[in-house]
């Protein structure tokens, strides 16, 4: 009998190969450094999901319920 072939996926920071399995202690990412690289990113507010603005200001105004 043959083995499957391994699911393969590219890291999302390098664009390295990693391989879909459980001792990928990473994956998706190729390493930690990727890992934390992707992290930063979006710490940063360089990544985003797209959707409705989030003003600051509104942070401060209490929530206003209508009855």
Known sequence: MNKPNP???KCPTCNAEVI???SSEFRPFCSERCK???LGEW???EKYIAGQ???QEDEDKP???EF
Do not use: G, M, R
Request: charged residues 20%.
């Open 7 to 9: 699911t393969k996926v």
């Open 20 to 22: 879909w399995q459980t």
């Open 36 to 38: 934390l690289i992707d």
């Open 43 to 45: 710490a940063n507010e």
């Open 53 to 55: 603005q989030h003003l």
């Open 63 to 65: 929530d206003s319920w």
